[in-house]
């Protein structure tokens, strides 16, 4: 499963120190796993590559 981080993905950026985790145990109880997280993020000056 490629997990997909930006604004049409599984989780959004805006929200993902508390989405991703849930998405994550989610995967896991269902017994299935994740192979690949993809973002949005181009560079590191990118909004959501910055910790807020």
């Given at each position: ?38 973002t ?9 590559a910055?910790?807020?």
């Amino acid at each position: 499963m490629d997990l997909r981080v930006h604004p049409k993905g599984h989780v959004k950026p805006e929200i993902v120190a508390i989405d991703l985790p849930k998405a994550i145990r989610n995967i896991k109880k269902s017994e299935s796993n994740y192979s690949m997280i993809t973002t949005s993020i181009e560079n590191i000056n990118s909004h959501f590559a910055i910790q807020q």
